[in-house]
């Protein structure tokens, strides 16, 4: 439609109103959800008279129990069919009578207003319980609705069965209803639909509607009934009632302004119609059994001729389907088929019944008849008004039209006219659309196919599938042991995976910027302590624990002597940089390992896995020991004068404990693992005290520290300090395609070492090809301007577009400490480069820079060594 | 100098986790529990009746199974492997040290921390981050398993039949005190 701007404004807005498809609220939902998960011996899906029975018997077993119903309260079919008696009672008296017996048993869950939405695997079945909506002033702290997540040994499916309406023109008039509802409405709430109604049926159970509003005194101005032969009872019956009844007849059409005011009657084939005045019009073409949770369950439903319905056929799982969902119709024969299965699923679950229950019912009629497809009155015109879908607006004529447009299976059909995709999946249009597409084609119906039923069965808010994870619990929020500190130091924090850590502090005035300039000064000139006790950890032990770090990491291992610590490169099996970190060794058959935080669990489990895979046979076992510790790293010139005054027993002098080296002993009294180490290129400490003396020994520190001059900082000067080094950090400056030789960390690889995860991969023609990315510095030309981390690298910036990458910025600082910008960058044959002038083009500019080594501050090392 | 080490002794400076918390419902009760010391214990088959007498508790071999003496606990939680629970706080290392037989251990009392949940609706409550089958046939009384509850792992012990012990990491215990606590809330329903 023209034009085409109007599209977006106002066509398809106007269009999705029309759909009325609702509008999505942005408010948040003051209610609140739960979730709950059960297990059980039998789970009962439904509990209308299959259900009970098959509770009722499961239950009396021992075995524990829960039967679940969509509906307020138990008894299906027998809210409205009054002419049922079980054992002498009023069918729906007996069923709540049954479900008060079954709800003082404790091995019995009975829960009303739960639908069973999902069959998953294994007997996995999704409740949705509506816990508060029904009431007008709820408790507060009940929730709105309860996800119940089931894990059952067996699973019975007495889901029942659902009308279906008749296909003829102008069949959506308001007061055109199934008949079951009229019925409800009548002998559940009292309420009569009409005062004149009329019946189309192809099935005996809307004479029974009939007949109830007749005795209720409401007049029946005739039943039409598509078959020339009804059931001959209740043909009888409505005789007898003086019910006029016109056999082989069809509606064709109906009138009326705001509700139904008359249906035109025609003999089927033809002739005069009559017309005749009514208010409501209750309609039936049968029962379609409710296979959805059998079918969610992955069982395969077969289509059986003689009833024209599709019936639960082969099993997959340990279910069993009873009463009208499995195409039992007599009353009684539900009634002992799902005693039956109730006493066999227990039994199956390791129960057994010490007596056979037994439950005597009867009703008045039992039903024949039924028909799918188009009735008399639907066409073949194409523009009659013959719903098939009520909710997707989907008449017989859109099926037709699908066929000759050439839509052949049902899947296409359904998508070519969205019949059965609104939410209610097609309850009511499947079959009808089934049975005309079948008889468009010339083919039978199982030819044609079913579309697959797909949970939920019917909707299920967001609300209760996310139910308690929300704000807070939304996901887990992990703190450092020394957090709340560091938040009243004024840390900002920021999202390290799940972890908060501080990024930097601010003092008043601050900025981000001037923060970390401050905090990058003072570690550099006097020191600064830092919160790093993110840092995964884990404690590999075992006389074998050695080798196996050799087979772990790149480096050597055999030679670090206990008390000694050593940077450790890790690969996968492709030869790439997989994590990086210090391992100290604190006995010959004790290592305690660093890695990176964000690869903390992964690591463990990438060890774990070659441990029990690769290297079975060695005597070492691994243990996360991340949480274990609180760690405080003291960084800087004065790192050793902050800590002197609260160690003992160990000496710090830089000859007995020289950089690279952990030692065991005590801080403030307490029992610490004090690693010399550095990860600023200064001298420098980490403190490592179990986790619960972390706040009070962060505050001895920290009174040490801030006379001399000592402040805290965050990681962002940590990563400022760490490229002022040239250390990389694997994640950052590495993306899963760099080698140990391209980051320039090819000294620690063991030239020697026979075997290691990730040597063969190290060996592949293209890893050791020349001109590979290499890690390298970059020197803007003007000092002043800092690079975008993730901006490309140019060779010559006059090339035509596209241009060739060469590489890209993988960090990239303010250097106070240099007085001038920073970066690493993975550049072409970068190490080759190096005095190149390259270009990193921007939108707004061309940055010329200098490639350069790595390392920008204290190129020599030495004040690691004070 | 050594007035200064004995000025700042913070030996007994702990800050716990969950300092503070209260929480639950008159179906479950939530209460920190009190510190105790932990040993992540790995060991193969032949050194585990030599390590049991070491602990004094039999390291036990079935799988959700645990064995409890005197405030001290070994709940199984692998087939070579235990976490050792002493609430006296006992020297779990020292102990397994003098076994004398292979045996790999790991001091994590600082690691973990736990909550104890009590009342007639703890295990409902618990059931509602924990999928496993909580009922006392299939979870009797000692029975032990490390499991999810949500987004977070836990070391789940029964301790009496209307009572467990919550065993999780440091840092995500305010997680699951918070999603036990509305657990807890809609127990008593």
Redesign the interface.
């Known amino acids: 439609m023209w034009p085409k701007q109007a599209w977006k404004h106002v066509y398809e807005p106007q269009i999705r109103a029309a759909a009325g498809l609702g509008v999505s609220p942005t408010e948040d939902d003051t209610d609140h959800y739960s979730s709950r998960y059960a297990h059980c011996d039998v789970l009962v899906i439904g509990a209308g008279l299959a259900g009970l029975s098959a509770a009722l018997a499961a239950a009396k077993t021992g075995a524990r129990v829960i039967i679940c119903d969509e509906q307020p309260e138990v008894g299906g079919a027998l809210h409205y069919d009054k002419s049922v008696t079980i054992d002498g009672l009023d069918g729906f008296t007996w069923a709540q009578a049954t479900a008060a017996n079954l709800k003082q048993m404790k091995n019995v869950k009975v829960l009303p207003r739960t639908t069973a939405f999902g069959y998953y695997a294994q007997n996995f079945v999704g409740l949705n319980e509506r816990v508060t909506e029904h009431l007008a002033k709820p408790d507060k702290k009940l929730p709105r609705e309860r996800l119940w997540q089931v894990r059952a040994k067996r699973v019975i499916i007495a889901t029942g069965a659902i009308e279906r309406h008749m296909v003829f023109a102008n069949n959506d008039r308001p007061g055109i209803m199934l008949a079951s509802a009229a019925r409800t409405f009548l002998n559940h709430f009292g309420v009569a639909v009409g005062k004149k109604i009329g019946v189309y049926t192809a099935n005996d159970s809307a004479y029974e509607a009939a007949f109830d509003l007749k005795r209720a005194g409401v007049t029946i101005a005739a039943i039409v009934d598509s078959r020339e032969k009804p059931g001959e009872g209740v043909l009888a019956e409505a005789r007898s009632l003086g019910i006029e009844v016109l056999t082989g007849h069809g509606v064709v059409t109906t009138s009326g302004n705001l509700r139904v005011s008359s249906m035109s009657v025609a003999r089927n084939g033809g002739g005069a119609a009559r017309k005749i005045a009514i208010d409501a019009l209750l309609m039936s073409a049968g029962w379609t059994p409710s296979v959805h949770m059998f079918s969610q369950s992955r069982g395969k439903v077969a289509y059986d001729n003689e009833t024209q319905r599709f019936l639960p056929g082969t099993y997959a799982q340990d279910c069993l389907s009873v009463g009208a969902c499995n195409g039992t119709n007599d009353l009684q024969a539900t009634i002992e088929e799902s005693l039956a299965a109730g006493e066999l699923m227990a039994q199956a679950s390791g129960y057994s019944a010490s007596q056979k229950l037994e439950l005597q019912g009867s009703n008045a009629f039992s039903w024949s008849g039924g028909m799918a497809g188009a009735a008399e009155g639907a066409g073949p015109d194409t523009t009659v008004k013959a719903f098939i879908d009520f909710q997707n607006d989907v008449c017989a004529k859109d099926i037709r039209l699908a066929v000759r447009e050439g839509m052949h299976s049902i899947e296409h059909i359904k998508r070519f006219t969205t019949n059965g995709m609104a939410t209610d999946q097609g309850k009511l249009s499947n079959i009808h659309g089934l049975a005309i597409a079948a008889e468009t084609l010339g083919r039978e119906i199982p030819k044609v196919g079913l579309t697959t039923f797909r949970a939920p069965y019917t909707p299920v808010t967001f609300g209760t599938l996310i139910n308690h994870a929300r704000g807070e619990l939304f996901d887990p929020t992990r703190k450092t042991p020394t957090h709340a500190l560091e938040e009243a130091q004024g840390a900002v924090f920021e999202d390290v995976g799940q972890w908060k850590r501080a990024w930097y502090y601010a003092r008043a005035g601050e900025d981000m910027h001037q923060a970390v300039n401050r905090e990058c000064k003072t570690v550099r000139d006097v020191a600064g302590m830092f919160d790093a006790s993110t840092l995964g950890k884990i404690e590999v032990v075992g006389p074998d624990a050695a080798q196996f770090l050799n087979l772990i990491y790149t480096n050597s291992w055999d030679t670090l002597k206990p008390g000694r610590c050593r940077y450790g490169i890790m690969l996968r099996e492709d030869g790439f940089v997989y994590d990086d970190g210090v391992v100290g060794r604190l006995a010959e058959d004790r290592f305690h390992v660093t890695t990176t935080t964000g690869g903390a669990a992964r690591v463990m489990n990438h060890m774990e896995d070659y441990l029990q895979t690769e290297f079975p046979h060695l005597n070492v076992w691994l243990t996360s020991a991340t949480e274990q510790w609180a760690v405080i790293a003291v960084q800087g010139p004065k790192a050793r004068e902050i800590i002197a005054p609260l160690v003992e027993g160990i000496d710090l002098s830089n000859e007995a404990f020289p950089h690279m080296s952990v030692r065991e002993g005590k801080i403030c009294g307490v029992p610490t693992r004090l690693f010399r180490m550095s990860f600023t290129g200064e001298l420098g400490f980490e403190v490592n005290v179990p986790a619960d003396f972390g706040p009070a020994v962060w505050e001895a520190i920290r009174a040490q520290a801030e006379p001399l001059g000592a402040c805290a900082y965050g990681t962002e000067t940590m990563h400022v300090l760490r490229a002022e080094k040239g250390y990389i950090i694997v994640g950052q400056d590495t993306d899963g395609t760099v080698t140990p030789d391209d980051a320039s960390l090819g000294w620690a690889v063991g030239k020697k070492k026979p075997d290691f995860v990730g040597i063969r991969g190290l060996r592949r023609p293209d890893l050791v090809a020349d001109g590979r990315k290499q890690l390298v510095g970059l020197l803007t030309k003007d000092p002043k301007v800092v690079l975008e981390e993730g901006a490309q690298i140019v060779a010559d910036p006059n090339q035509t577009l596209p241009m060739t990458m060469i590489g890209h910025v993988t960090s990239a600082y303010w250097s106070e400490n240099c007085g001038r910008s920073i970066a690493l960058a993975l550049v072409a044959g970068g190490k080759a480069r190096i005095g190149e002038t390259l270009y990193v083009p921007m939108p707004d500019k061309t940055i010329a820079v200098e490639v350069s080594d790595m390392v920008f501050f204290d190129k020599e090392g030495g004040r690691l060594h004070v | 100098?050594s007035d200064?080490?004995a000025a700042?002794?913070?030996?007994n400076?702990?800050?716990?986790?969950l300092a503070g918390r209260h929480g639950g419902s008159g179906a479950a009760a939530l209460t920190p529990a009190a510190?105790a010391t932990r040993l992540?214990l790995?060991a193969k088959p032949e050194a585990v009746s030599a390590l049991s007498a070491a602990l004094g508790v039999s390291l036990l071999t079935k799988p959700k199974t645990s064995a409890s003496s005197n405030g001290r606990h070994a709940l199984w939680l692998g087939p070579?492997e235990w976490l050792v629970i002493d609430e006296n706080e006992a020297d779990l290392m020292a102990a397994v040290a003098s076994s004398g037989v292979?045996h790999?251990?790991?001091?994590?009392?600082?690691?973990?921390t736990a909550i104890l949940v009590k009342g007639f609706g703890a295990e409902?409550a618990i059931?509602?981050?924990?999928?496993?089958?909580l009922?006392l046939a299939?979870f009797p009384v000692g029975a032990c398993s490390r499991t999810v509850f949500?987004?977070?792992e836990i070391v789940l012990l029964r301790t009496a039949e209307d009572a467990f012990r919550v065993e999780c990491?440091?840092?995500?215990s305010?997680?699951v005190f918070?999603?036990l606590s509305?657990?807890a809330?809609?127990a008593g329903?």
Request: with cysteine; glycine share 6%; charged share 25%.
């Open positions: 100098m200064l080490i700042t002794d913070l030996s400076a702990r800050t716990l986790a510190p992540s790995r070579d292979l790999s251990a790991t001091d994590v009392s600082h690691r973990n409902t059931n509602g981050g924990c999928p496993q089958d009922s299939a949500a987004k977070s990491w440091r840092s995500f305010p997680y918070g999603l509305e657990a809330e809609d329903n």
